[in-house]
């Protein structure tokens, strides 16, 4: 198989032959989200998009491609390129397909959301109970001793609501304690000792090199430090671009009649620079997809900025494996 991918070959592929590729290069899984997106794949690669397994790497895929051709757009709107119009075309289609499979993925994070709360968190009787609890505590805390001490049960259980400050956090005392199995191999440890300007500069690598991605920063123990890089590249690229920082790949509209009347390399660097920004948009929503996904197999949810209370146990979900 050749290293670029073809939409047609996506076409003619089913999902046994594809599964293999989207699991070590993302760039057949976007080329096959655009192929779904645009015209007709097979039935067991739409089936397997459509899994749960698939749904939120295919969403990323999506969002990865409608970045990709904004930019490719702006850089045939430029010069004046004969395939503008097809290009436009495709561009549009994936963006809508991205808001509908985004739309989807919201409702299966619901319902996955609501089928991870515990029995008691689902039982009117009981939330009515606690929300009494609030408003008379120490009849609460008397009536919850007697049933413990009943029960024969200790009044602070080891290791459980433990508080942590974030989500990230939770994952990190995870790993340390092997609830979350991620071998540090020596090169983790190497980043993990790296001044922050030698991150930014392998996370700047990672972004420009779609085929090249640096696998370690996946790692749990690096996401914290993944993230912090992503954030400063962005403040600093957009500040550059005269852009708000923010991820995003719907930037402003380009003024192509200013653009051509600049100095062709200044033109590139603009161009070039706005594609690095969707670039890091698309980082930025896969990093926040490993510590989602982390998180569910945690017990965290990402979302939390505050003060996380989360009870340690082990995953019941397989542990990812670095």
């Excluded at 010069?79 to 409702?107: F, Y």
């Excluded at 433990?162 to 956090?169: A, F, H, K, M, P």
């Amino acid at each position: 198989m050749p290293r670029y991918m073809k939409i047609s070959d996506v076409r003619a592929m089913t999902y046994a032959e594809l599964e293999r590729w989207w699991e070590v290069d993302f760039d057949v899984l976007v080329t096959t989200a655009i192929a779904e997106a645009t015209g007709d794949v097979d039935a067991t690669v739409s089936a397997a998009l459509h899994s749960d397994d698939w749904l939120e790497q295919w969403a990323d895929a999506l969002y990865a491609a409608a970045g990709e051709l904004a930019s490719s757009v702006e850089r045939i709107t430029y010069t004046r390129d004969e395939r503008l119009a097809k290009v436009k075309r495709q561009a549009g289609v994936v963006h809508q397909r991205m808001g509908q499979v985004n739309g989807l993925l919201k409702e299966r994070r619901g319902d996955q959301g609501w089928d991870m709360l515990a029995p008691h968190l689902k039982d009117t009787r009981l939330i009515a109970l606690s929300i009494l609890a609030k408003h008379h505590q120490e009849e609460s805390a008397r009536l919850r001793a007697e049933e413990l001490a009943r029960r024969g049960l200790p009044l602070e259980p080891p290791m459980y609501e433990v508080s942590y400050r974030d989500g990230l956090e939770a994952i990190e005392d995870a790993v340390r304690h092997q609830l979350i199995k991620a071998p540090v191999s020596p090169r983790v440890r190497a980043l993990q000792a790296a001044a922050p300007h030698k991150i930014t500069s392998v996370v700047a690598g990672d972004v420009t090199h779609q085929q090249e991605r640096c696998d370690d920063l996946r790692h749990p123990l690096l996401l914290r430090s993944w993230a912090a890089a992503l954030e400063h590249l962005r403040d600093r690229h957009c500040a550059l671009a005269g852009i708000p920082p923010e991820f995003t790949t719907s930037l402003a509209t380009l003024d192509f009649r200013e653009l051509r009347a600049m100095r062709g390399e200044q033109a590139w660097d603009i161009i070039n620079r706005r594609r690095f920004i969707r670039a890091l948009a698309q980082r930025w929503r896969e990093c926040a997809m490993h510590i989602r996904q982390l998180g569910r197999v945690w017990g965290c949810d990402q979302g939390c900025d505050s003060r996380c209370r989360i009870q340690r146990r082990p995953a019941h979900n397989s542990s990812p494996a670095w």
